[in-house]
Antibody, heavy 119, light 106 residues
Framework: QVQLVQSGAEVEKPGASVKLSCKAS????????IHWVRQAPGQGLEWMGV????????GFAQKFQGRVSMTSNSSATTVYMELSSLRSEDTAIYYC????????????WGHGTLVTVSS | EIVMTQSPGAVSVSPGERATLSCRAS??????FAWFQQKPGLAPRLLIY???TRATGVPARFSGSGSGTEFTLTISSLQSEDFGVYFC?????????FGQGTKVEI
C-alpha cells in the first residue's frame, strides 16, 4: 500500500535550519510528484513547494524562495525538505504528500512532522 | 495568487441532516478544484477533485459541484464520523492555494 513515512519531531532555535525526510513506498517513486504543505497550530494549510523525484526539479511558493530546498534520493525513495533561517512563525506540522502533477491535489499524505522553533 | 475564501467558518449539524459548505475563488479556476477533510491530529484526506469527482473510497453522501469561482461541498446525510475541518484547494494557477477551512461540528 502507498505509504509516506516522515521523520520525527524536531525542536530548533531561531536562525537554525531543519531538514525533514519523507520516505515513499508502495508505488513507483519516479511516476509522481511530492509536495510539502505545512500547518501552523490551529491554522489552515499552506503549500510550500513541490519536487519531481525523477528529475530533481523543484518549484516553491514565493514566500519560501531562498529559504527552502527540496532534494530526492531515488535509490532510497526518499525526499528531503530543508528550511533555513527558522523563526517562531515556522512552528508547524510539515506534511509531505503525493500528487500526480506539479499542480494537482494530493491523494496520499504523510503523517506529518512537528517542527517547533523556540529559543 | 488566487485567494480561496470558505464559508461559513463553522457549522453545527445534527446527524442525518444535510451540510452545505461553500468556497469562492478570487478568479476563475475552472474545475481545477478539490475538497479535503481533516480530523484532529490527522493529515488531510482528499474527498473531491475536479470539482465533482469523488476520490477513491469516499462515500456517496459527499458531493461536489461548481466551476469558475463558486464551489459547493454537500454532505447529504451527515454521519458522526464526518466532523472535522474541510478545506478547499485550487490547482488551476501557480501556486496552488487553500481556503482557510470550515469546521463541521456534530
Amino acid at each position: 500500500q502507498v505509504q509516506l513515512v516522515q521523520s520525527g519531531a524536531e525542536v530548533e532555535k531561531p536562525g537554525a535550519s531543519v531538514k525533514l525526510s519523507c520516505k515513499a513506498s508502495g508505488f513507483t517513486f519516479s511516476n509522481y510528484y511530492i509536495h510539502w504543505v505545512r500547518q501552523a497550530p490551529g491554522q489552515g494549510l499552506e503549500w510550500m513547494g513541490v519536487i519531481t523525484p525523477s528529475t530533481g526539479d523543484t518549484g516553491f511558493a514565493q514566500k519560501f524562495q531562498g529559504r527552502v530546498s527540496m532534494t530526492s534520493n531515488s535509490s532510497a525513495t526518499t525526499v528531503y525538505m530543508e528550511l533555513s533561517s527558522l523563526r517562531s512563525e515556522d512552528t508547524a506540522i510539515y506534511y509531505c504528500s503525493r500528487a500526480w502533477g506539479r499542480l494537482s491535489p494530493s491523494e496520499f499524505w504523510g503523517h506529518g512532522t512537528l517542527v517547533t522553533v523556540s529559543s | 495568487e488566487i485567494v480561496m475564501t470558505q464559508s461559513p467558518g463553522a457549522v453545527s449539524v445534527s446527524p442525518g441532516e444535510r451540510a452545505t459548505l461553500s468556497c469562492r475563488a478570487s478568479r476563475s479556476v475552472g474545475t481545477n478544484f478539490a475538497w479535503f477533510q481533516q480530523k484532529p491530529g490527522l493529515a488531510p484526506r482528499l474527498l473531491i477533485y475536479g470539482a465533482s469527482t469523488r476520490a477513491t473510497g469516499v462515500p456517496a453522501r459527499f458531493s461536489g459541484s461548481g466551476s469558475g469561482t463558486e464551489f459547493t461541498l454537500t454532505i447529504s446525510s451527515l454521519q458522526s464520523e464526518d466532523f472535522g475541518v474541510y478545506f478547499c484547494q485550487q490547482y488551476h494557477n501557480w501556486p496552488t492555494t487553500f481556503g482557510q477551512g470550515t469546521k463541521v461540528e456534530i
